[in-house]
Nanobody, 116 residues
Framework: QVQLVESGGGLVQAGGSLRLSCAAS??????VGWFRQAPGKEREFVAAILLSGGSTSYVDSVKGRFTISRDNAKNTVYLQMNSLKPEDTAVYYC???????????WGQGTQVTVSS
């Protein structure tokens, strides 16, 4: 059974940091990504990592502030978020995919709120 379980969200002041975790199990995923959806906005891609090799990609708005990493032994992917801004406020979702398929497997989401 596929499971993606996020944790680590919360309330933080602008300039602060949070680390999100995504525990993925049930399939041999090729990559894991983080997406976010703010109120009234469409869900957007934030970052992704290849589980083999560790190549990463980011949306421009988080480059230099967010870092995605993985611990394959723990089947866990992390999103370290530094220098948080109020515009980073959103529900953050972990997603996984097989090979080059779309991100078809999703977690339940975790709320991140950045106060000004």
């Amino acid at each position: 059974q596929v499971q993606l379980v996020e944790s680590g969200g919360g309330l933080v002041q602008a300039g602060g940091s949070l680390r999100l975790s995504c525990a993925a199990s049930g399939r041999a995923f090729s990559s894991v990504g983080w997406f976010r959806q703010a109120p009234g906005k469409e869900r957007e891609f934030v970052a992704a990592i290849l589980l083999s090799g560790g190549s990463t990609s980011y949306v421009d708005s988080v480059k230099g502030r967010f870092t995605i990493s993985r611990d394959n032994a723990k089947n866990t992917v992390y999103l370290q978020m530094n220098s948080l801004k109020p515009e980073d406020t959103a529900v953050y979702y972990c997603a996984a995919r097989l090979a080059l398929a779309p991100f078809n497997y999703w977690g339940q989401g975790t709320q991140v709120t950045v106060s000004s």
